[in-house]
Nanobody, 125 residues
Framework: VQLVESGGGLVQAGGSLRLTCAAS????????MGWYRQAPGKERELVAA???????YYADSVKGRFTISRDNAKNTLFLQMRSLKPEDTAMYYC????????????????????WGQGTQVTVSS
């Protein structure tokens, strides 16, 4: 499966962006998907996950501001980001759920196995 992110850019604090991830292949609809981010000098972190059935999960740092969604008919994953903060600045990657993904522990380090190339989000203060 190939994952291609888009929609990043430069935005002022308080603004919004919508990230899109286009996935190739026929397994998209049966896999969990996630959005990771990695800021310079920091570890990559999972910010949102969505199961194949549409259940969503969020890191505390983005809860209430970010919304993950998916369109299985179009093999597309979205991340709507609102009330952006400078600390949201990072490269954002979409990821495909692996064999060890579980809704009981969507933030497990073993949950996701494939990532795209990323799209840069920069939030200015």
């Amino acid at each position: 499966v190939q994952l291609v992110e888009s929609g990043g850019g430069l935005v002022q604090a308080g603004g919004s962006l919508r990230l899109t991830c286009a996935a190739s292949g026929s397994i998209f609809s049966i896999k969990a998907m996630g959005w990771y981010r990695q800021a310079p000098g920091k570890e990559r972190e999972l910010v949102a996950a969505i199961s194949s059935g549409g259940s969503s999960y969020y890191a505390d740092s983005v809860k209430g501001r970010f919304t993950i969604s998916r369109d299985n008919a179009k093999n597309t994953l979205f991340l709507q980001m609102r009330s952006l903060k400078p600390e949201d600045t990072a490269m954002y990657y979409c990821a495909l759920g692996g064999d060890y993904y579980s809704d009981y522990d969507p933030f497990s380090p073993f949950a996701f196995g494939s990532w795209g190339q990323g799209t840069q989000v920069t939030v200015s203060s």
